[in-house]
């Protein structure tokens, strides 16, 4: 896994053919540099095609957010349940799976970061045949997850949020962080908080909606989840929550594995 990686520029038009795996082997994972559209920079995201990948069929795609003061290789490289969960998860459902950096380490999913996954799954339909777009993240990826959803109802068919919060008003932790991927405090660009807050904007999830939450977590307090999640049953909305009070700032693999199948499992919108 530490071995040099394939780069594929995409903006500059020079995308390079995939190297397939033999069938039933997965293949090994890809990084992916492209020229942000959204302010010129140079971004990055790992790519990691399913066992059996034919680009002459359709895929599902599983775009998957790191955590806080994380980057793209958590997802990829990390035995955590989370992560291998996920992995785990699109090779078994023959998904195509990506993690990006999305303004690694301390995203928050701000604009920045937000234009970089709408430009990244736009790209990936210009290399693959997709079907569905699946996001999902841990922790601060989860909050991500549910924020972009929300913001872009018509990119995501679900969504999956392993210990986020759905609340960034009232969420009191990295907040330094947080102001600096949104261009200011909560008092500052108040709107940019409330917009991103995906509890607030619960009648923009129409896709399938999977959580898990800790009862003892303190990272990220899982109350915005479940108020989210009452929100979103109230509206008729497929939903799933996954909520151990006994747990902390984590989800097992049990757990991850059927958040995710909830997802894969659910009927095409």
């Given at each position: 896994m530490n071995r040099p990686l394939t780069a594929i520029a995409l903006a500059?038009?020079?995308?390079?053919?995939?190297?397939?795996a033999p069938a039933g082997v997965a293949a090994e994972p890809v990084e992916i540099v492209f020229t942000a559209d959204c302010?010129?920079?140079?971004?990055?995201?790992?790519?990691?095609?399913?066992p059996d990948f034919d680009p002459a069929l359709p895929h599902d795609l599983l775009i998957a957010l790191h955590g806080h003061g994380s980057d793209r290789w958590q997802?990829?490289?990390e035995a955590r349940d989370e992560c291998r969960g996920a992995r785990e998860a699109a090779a078994r459902h023959g998904a195509?799976?990506?993690?990006?950096?999305y303004r690694a380490p301390t995203s928050w999913m701000g604009p920045k970061a937000e234009?970089?996954?709408?430009?990244?799954?736009?790209?990936?339909?210009?290399?693959?045949?997709?079907k569905r777009v699946f996001i999902c993240g841990g922790s601060m990826g989860g909050t991500g997850a549910l924020t972009f959803a929300a913001l872009h109802p018509d990119l995501v068919d679900g969504v999956c949020a392993l210990n986020?919060?759905?609340?960034?008003v009232e969420y009191g932790r990295f907040l330094d962080a947080i102001a600096a991927s949104y261009g200011g405090t909560k008092e500052e660009v108040p709107e940019e908080y409330r917009k991103r807050s995906a509890e607030l904007q619960a009648d923009a999830l129409t896709m399938p909606v999977a959580?898990?939450?800790?009862?003892?977590?303190?990272?990220?307090?899982?109350?915005?989840?479940?108020?989210?999640?009452?929100?979103?049953?109230?509206?008729?909305r497929p939903t799933l929550l996954l909520h151990r009070p006994d747990r902390g700032h984590d989800t097992d693999l049990a757990d991850t594995t059927t958040a995710?199948?909830?997802?894969?499992?659910?009927?095409d919108r």
């Open positions: 500059a038009c020079t995308c390079l053919p995939l190297v397939l302010d010129g920079s140079e971004e990055l995201l790992v790519e990691l095609l399913p997802f990829i490289r195509i799976f990506l993690s990006p950096d234009a970089d996954v709408v430009q990244i799954i736009a790209e990936a339909r210009k290399r693959h045949r997709i986020g919060t759905a609340n960034l959580f898990t939450t800790g009862g003892q977590d303190d990272v990220v307090p899982p109350e915005s989840v479940l108020r989210l999640h009452e929100k979103l049953e109230r509206l008729g995710l199948d909830y997802l894969f499992l659910s009927t």
